[in-house]
C-alpha cells in the first residue's frame, strides 16, 4: 500500500512538471520579438536603447539584406517592389498603401533618416508588405513614433495558411514633436511562416518615418538554442518542481 502510494506520487508530481515545461515550450512557440525605444535623440541616427535591440535581433538571424530605400526616388509612391536575399535566392516584397519615399534635405521635424538619406514616409494610414516567398523574421527602424497619436501601432500578420495575427509595438505616446524619438521592432517565428505585414498605425493625424527594413525566411533564422522561458513560465516551473518534491518527502515519511 505505502509503495503504491509512493509510485503514485512520483507519478502525479513528474506529470505536473511536465504539463508546466509544456507551458514553457508554448510560450516559445510564439514569435520571439525584440523592442527598443528611445524618446529624444540627436536626430541623425538610432537612440542607444534602438540600436541594442536591433543588434540583438539581428544576432539571431544570418545572410539577411536591409531596405534603406536609397534605390528610390524622393517623392516615389506605392507600390515598392522590394528584394532582399534569401537562403534559396532572392526573396521578393511589394510595399502598397499610404505614403512616400522622403529626403531627409525636406524640413519634416522630428523624422530623418536612420542610415542614408531617403526614409518610407507615412501618414496616419496604413501601409502593407506583401511577400512573393513566405518569411519567419522582419525587423525595422521607426522615426518620429509616438507624438500626437492615440494609440500603439499595431501589425497585422498574415501567415502561409491564410489566419492573421496581431503585434503590437508598445512605444510612448506623447512624446514631443520635435525629440527625434527612434525605436526598433523586430520579431522571428520558428513555428510559421508570412506572406503579408500590414502597418495600421495610431490615429491623431500624425506622420512617421520607417527605415533599414529586414526580411528574412525560415533558413536564416539561427537562434540561441536554449532559449529562456519567461519569468512567471519558470516561476510555474519551480513551483511545480518543489510540489513534486515536496510530495515525494511526505511519500517517504508515510513508509
Known amino acids: 500500500m505505502n509503495r503504491k502510494s509512493r509510485f503514485g506520487g512520483r507519478i502525479a508530481g513528474a506529470s505536473m512538471a511536465l504539463v508546466l515545461m509544456g507551458g514553457?515550450?508554448?510560450?516559445?512557440?510564439?514569435?520571439?520579438?525584440?523592442?527598443?525605444?528611445?524618446?529624444?535623440?540627436?536626430?541623425?541616427?538610432?537612440g542607444a536603447n534602438s540600436s541594442q535591440a536591433r543588434s540583438d535581433f539581428?544576432?539571431?538571424?544570418?545572410?539577411?539584406?536591409n531596405e534603406d530605400f536609397e534605390s528610390f526616388t524622393s517623392g516615389d509612391i506605392s507600390p515598392l517592389s522590394l528584394s532582399f536575399p534569401g537562403t534559396g535566392g532572392t526573396l521578393g516584397a511589394t510595399l502598397t498603401g499610404t505614403g512616400q519615399v522622403d529626403s531627409g534635405t525636406s524640413s519634416n521635424p522630428g523624422?530623418?533618416?536612420t542610415s542614408g538619406v531617403n526614409f518610407w514616409e507615412v501618414e496616419t494610414g496604413s501601409f502593407t508588405i506583401n511577400f512573393a516567398d513566405p518569411?519567419?523574421?522582419?525587423?525595422?527602424?521607426?522615426?518620429?513614433?509616438?507624438d500626437f497619436v492615440t494609440d500603439q501601432m499595431v501589425l497585422s500578420l498574415t501567415n502561409f495558411a491564410?489566419?492573421?495575427?496581431?503585434?503590437?509595438?508598445?512605444?510612448?505616446?506623447?512624446?514631443g514633436n520635435s525629440d527625434n524619438a527612434t525605436l526598433f521592432f523586430g520579431f522571428y517565428d520558428l513555428e510559421n511562416t508570412y506572406t503579408s505585414i500590414a502597418f495600421n498605425n495610431a490615429g491623431g493625424?500624425?506622420?512617421?518615418?520607417?527605415?533599414?527594413?529586414?526580411?528574412?525566411?525560415?533558413?536564416?533564422?539561427?537562434?540561441?538554442?536554449?532559449?529562456?522561458?519567461?519569468?512567471?513560465?519558470?516561476?510555474?516551473?519551480?513551483?511545480?518542481?518543489?510540489?513534486?518534491?515536496?510530495?515525494?518527502?511526505?511519500?517517504?515519511?508515510?513508509?
Open 24 to 46: 514553457a515550450a508554448n510560450v516559445m512557440a510564439v514569435p520571439v520579438t525584440f523592442f527598443g525605444e528611445d524618446p529624444t535623440t540627436a536626430g541623425n541616427a538610432l
Open 58 to 65: 539581428l544576432s539571431n538571424l544570418s545572410g539577411v539584406g
Open 111 to 113: 523624422r530623418f533618416a
Open 135 to 146: 518569411i519567419s523574421a522582419f525587423g525595422f527602424n521607426g522615426i518620429d513614433i509616438g
Open 162 to 175: 491564410g489566419e492573421t495575427s496581431q503585434l503590437t509595438v508598445p512605444h510612448s505616446l506623447n512624446i
Open 205 to 255: 493625424g500624425d506622420l512617421f518615418a520607417f527605415d533599414d527594413m529586414v526580411i528574412g525566411d525560415a533558413g536564416q533564422i539561427t537562434p540561441d538554442p536554449t532559449p529562456v522561458p519567461e519569468p512567471s513560465t519558470l516561476a510555474l516551473l519551480a513551483m511545480g518542481l518543489l510540489g513534486f518534491g515536496a510530495k515525494r518527502r511526505f511519500s517517504s515519511k508515510r513508509a
